[in-house]
């Protein structure tokens, strides 16, 4: 058995690794697998896998399930004692050679529930609770890293909407000035022909205030 503080610092560059992972925008989305990876080799379990709130796997009475409507950890469940209850997922664990599973709630940042659950299986041994321990805060970091890079995601995604409208709109009202000097009209009068220009044929706003600012296109007056 490695020393303990050997086996931390490993903990520990994993822990650095998934970091470096969320900051790459790319790469981000394979956190949970990478976690899954980190998990496999640091605890020499044949199988390493997280499972999402939304499908959780193993059907809907399956641990998976059981472990997120309880938030609750079930640690070296020995699957051999639990055929009846969980048929399906201990059938196909067993068939591979596994005698033990260990699912734990994963949590993000607040109070709320679990967001995913890692499922930890082994063949003929048992997770020291160190063990258990490190595979619960490194999953736990992957799920809040995971949480944040959405969040900041969904923040760009705002920002970009939020400022491709107003450089929409700086374009809108450029193209009613320069329309309504070109007619000799209203500012609101010049915005109802180019209103009517873009509705008769089907155009984008945008598009058409853009040709008229840059001088690609003049309107006629109304002749309503």
């Known amino acids: 058995m490695e020393p303990l503080h050997g086996q931390a610092q490993h903990w520990m560059r994993s822990a650095v ?6 900051a790459d925008e790319e790469q981000a989305p394979y ?3 990478q976690l899954s990876d980190y998990c496999a080799d640091l605890l020499a379990v044949p199988s390493a896998s997280v499972l999402l709130a939304e499908g959780t796997g193993g059907g809907a009475d399956g641990p998976g399930a059981e472990c997120l409507d309880r938030d609750s950890a079930l640690v ?7 055929e009846e209850r969980w048929p399906e997922f ?11 599973a260990t699912l734990l709630p994963l949590h993000g940042a607040g109070d709320s529930g679990p967001v995913a659950v890692l499922q930890l299986l082994c063949a003929e041994r048992e997770l020291s609770p160190v063990e258990v321990d490190s595979a619960q805060h490194l999953g736990d970091l992957a799920v809040l890293l995971l949480t944040q890079c959405r969040e900041l995601q ?8 939020l400022t491709e409208a107003l450089s929409s709109r700086v374009v809108i009202e450029q193209a009613k000035g320069m329309l309504a000097e070109q ?5 609101d009068e010049a915005f ?3 209103r009517g220009h ?20 003049v309107l006629e007056p109304s002749r309503e």
Do not use: C, F, W, Y
């Not at 690794?17 to 969320?22: E, P, S």
């Not at 070296?76 to 639990?82: I, T």
């Not at 201990?90 to 033990?100: K, R, S, V, Y």
């Not at 969904?154 to 909407?161: A, I, K, P, S, Y």
């Open 183 to 187: 007619l000799g009209v209203a500012p």
């Open 192 to 194: 109802s022909v180019l």
């Open 31 to 33: 956190l949970m697998r």
């Open 90 to 100: 201990a059938g196909q664990a067993l068939a591979e050679g596994n005698t033990t």
């Open 17 to 22: 690794g998934l970091a470096a992972l969320a």
């Open 76 to 82: 070296n469940v020995d699957l051999r004692e639990q």
């Open 198 to 217: 873009v509705r008769s044929r089907r155009l984008k706003l945008r598009t058409v205030a853009q040709a008229i600012v840059d001088r690609e296109l």
């Open 154 to 161: 969904q923040h760009r995604e705002t920002t970009g909407q």
